[in-house]
């Protein structure tokens, strides 16, 4: 229980309940119209956040199947993330949680660029987080593996390691000697006290 009697506990009860109190600014839903059910009332109720801030942004990404270890809150999910609909929002990530994106056809990746967090929720980042590229020739995995290229380090089921989020951010060109990529991934290394948000995700083809 996250409350005891009071009045000892009130105060104890009211910061743990904050804890648990997930709300949105701008307000995801408005009121529309001025005048009240009641006859000549006037309400003007207008949120003066509303429609102000901009919680992601949306790029055209590459066919490809999302999936993630990570639970969504209220239906942010990573793949309408992918689709620039919306942001991704997840409770706090443990290590070995991951966001994978699987290419529906392998292909040449230029570059990457991962933001978590948002101007309502900063704090939500993603931290001691990898970005993993999974090579699609068999021969470049076994370059990887044995740690022949400078350009990626070998991580697990033969995914490269190619870059990390730093405040927040990862973001990087990809080297064409790994070819084609049949998939990308982002690794937590540790366990988060915070919830993550990925607001914007923009793989570059």
């Known amino acids: 229980m996250l409350c005891k009697s009071p009045p000892l506990f009130s105060k104890h009860c009211s ?20 005048h009240s059910s009641l006859p000549g009332k006037i309400q003007n109720l207008k949120d003066k956040d509303f429609g102000k801030q901009i919680l992601y942004k949306a790029h055209s990404n590459p066919a490809a199947v999302l999936s993630t270890s990570l639970k969504d809150y209220q239906g942010h999910s990573v793949e309408r993330a992918y689709q620039g609909q919306d942001f991704f929002w997840g409770l706090s990530p443990v290590k070995g949680d991951y966001v994978l994106i699987t290419f529906t056809q392998p292909r040449i990746i230029k570059g990457y660029f991962f933001r978590s967090g948002n101007i309502e929720t900063n704090g939500d980042k993603f931290y001691n987080t990898t970005v993993e590229v999974l090579p699609n020739d068999a021969s470049v995995k076994e370059q990887v593996e044995k740690g022949q290229l400078s350009c990626c380090r070998s991580s697990s089921d033969g995914f490269a390691v190619i870059g990390s989020f730093v405040n927040g951010v990862a973001e990087g060109e990809i080297d064409g000697v790994l070819r084609e990529i049949a998939a990308m991934r982002l690794l937590v290394h540790s366990d988060s006290d915070v919830w993550v948000v990925l607001s914007e995700i923009f793989i570059k083809v």
């Open 15 to 34: 910061n743990e309940k904050a804890k648990l109190k997930r709300t949105f600014k701008p307000s995801l839903f408005q009121h529309v119209g001025l």
